[in-house]
């Protein structure tokens, strides 16, 4: 037993590593894409759309440009005769081109560098471009410079962008905020834990293999949106777990905020909810009417949450539009099939797949990085959550860690039957927390090996059921 002090020194160590481990890798990758800039721009899978939509929020919405030393731009041309005829005129108004139209396939974009930002906007004023980006190189990709990433809300994008203004417009600091994401999510897996069991030791154990997972590693060191599910989610249901529903539906309306599928947590949420109700001697009736109330209010939550962050964007394109793109344009985007044509679409899997490793996203090249956690792990917990399953009847520690990963499967199952069948494996690090916190709280169940007999005689029990069930039909 870990006296008080003990663990917080093992907790600092394990968070120590998480540090340094996702600052190499981003690191890493930055030296990796600078050393063929300008042909490759620094950005790494689907930050290309995140990081861009960060940039024009900044300067879109609220007329801000990011911090650069010297001053960038990407300057935008509606014809590729405007953009060499500018090129001629650049010296004369003593701007430096760092890269043309050579490294461009889909844009007209100068990528320059000038003493001020007046000499830019002159420069750019007078050879009629048709937009000016400040900061990083932008994406290449049709219209990158008008566009706001709408399908997803804009929390992430508001700190992102918040970074590159403090900080400076570069690859390192836009994967920051992910840095810290991954760290959270690797304290709230200990504090969830430790709420289940009352156990530090086995806390620690689960935050120590959260933070060198390979999924969570990636995911935290690039800057897409998913690790701030992981991490609000792992939140939510450790808020959830000490009995602060309340809270935890409030936690869960501003968790939507960084992208809609943080909403997956309220299945186990409301699992959670109804043990608890239960568990206080509720009659049925009185537990499906405080339900309904729970629900209603992550619903208002939602709806609170979403209206909130998206006041700037309300503002600029009218709440009709936003809630036609930001809301249901969202919603039918993330229940539609996106890129399926193999030749050109990355891989795509099914929610089971993640658990095997099966068509895994490849979030890097040279060296390759698959969005994949640690499979045998994720294999042997999707194994026992099934095999687990006739026992949940009844009250064990290990029950409200089965609500979690299997309420979360759930929901992702659910929006692929509903026509999402373009996820993606980086989906899975929402799940990669609970994951390894039921992983460790059943087989620590199961070294008591009456557990496990119990398990199989609830399994032999449901086969004589229905055994018995069926040849009853033919009787």
């Given amino acids: 037993m870990l006296n008080k002090f003990m663990v917080y020194i093992v907790l600092t160590l394990i968070v120590a590593i998480a540090v340094y481990t996702y600052c190499d890798l981003a690191l890493f990758i930055e030296k990796k894409e600078l050393s063929t800039f300008p042909n490759t721009k620094g950005y790494v899978s689907d930050e290309v759309w995140y990081v861009n939509s960060a940039r024009n929020i900044l300067h879109k919405i609220f007329n801000l440009v990011p911090s650069t030393s010297p001053i960038r731009a990407s300057i935008i041309f509606t014809s590729k005769e405007s953009l060499l005829r500018a090129e001629t005129l650049a010296n004369f108004y003593d701007i430096k081109i760092i890269a043309g139209a050579n490294v461009f396939s889909k844009l007209n974009v100068l990528y320059v560098e000038a003493q001020s930002i007046e000499s830019i906007t002159n420069f750019a004023k007078n050879v009629n471009a048709g937009d000016i980006v400040y900061g990083w190189i932008v994406g290449d990709h049709e219209n990158i410079n008008n566009y706001l990433n709408l399908e997803h809300p804009p929390t992430a994008k508001y700190v992102i962008a918040l970074f590159i203004y403090m900080l400076g417009d570069k690859p390192f ?31 620690l154990i689960a935050a120590a293999v959260v933070a060198v997972d390979p999924l969570i590693k990636v995911m935290s060191a690039v800057a897409l949106l998913d690790i701030y599910v992981a991490a609000f989610t792992t939140l939510t249901l450790y808020v959830a777990a000490k009995g602060r529903f309340k809270e935890a539906a409030l936690l869960l309306g501003f968790a939507s905020t960084f992208k809609f599928t943080a909403v997956i947590a309220a299945i186990p949420l409301v699992f959670m909810y109804l043990n608890h109700m239960f568990k206080k001697g509720f009659k049925t009736s009185d537990v499906i009417s405080s339900t309904t109330y729970f629900v209603i209010l992550m619903i208002l939550s939602f709806i609170f949450f979403q209206l909130l962050v998206s006041v700037p964007f309300i503002l600029r394109i009218g709440l009709g539009e936003w809630l036609k793109q930001g809301i249901f344009g969202a919603i039918s985007w993330h229940l539609s099939a996106k890129c399926v044509d193999p030749t050109k679409c990355p891989p795509y899997s099914a929610p089971w797949e993640w658990f095997f490793g099966i068509n895994s996203f490849v979030l890097y090249l040279s060296p390759n990085i698959p969005a994949q956690g640690f499979v045998p792990a994720y294999a042997i917990s999707f194994i026992l959550m099934w095999f687990a399953l006739p026992s949940m009847v ?26 999402s069948r373009t996820q993606y494996s980086f989906y899975a690090v929402q799940l990669t927390p609970l994951v390894y916190s039921y992983l460790i709280i059943q087989l620590h169940e199961y070294l008591n090996r009456e557990n496990i007999i119990e398990t199989i005689n609830l399994w032999r029990k449901l086969a004589l059921g229905l055994e018995k069930t069926i040849f009853s039909i033919f009787r």
């Fill in 173 to 203: 600091i836009w994967r920051i905020p992910s840095i810290i994401m991954g760290v959270l999510t690797v304290i709230f897996t200990f504090l969830l834990v430790y709420e289940l069991t009352k156990s530090q030791e086995l806390g």
């Fill in 394 to 419: 009844n009250d064990r520690t290990s029950r409200k860690a089965w609500y979690m990963i299997f309420g979360i499967f759930l929901g992702y199952l659910i929006i692929w039957l509903l026509g």
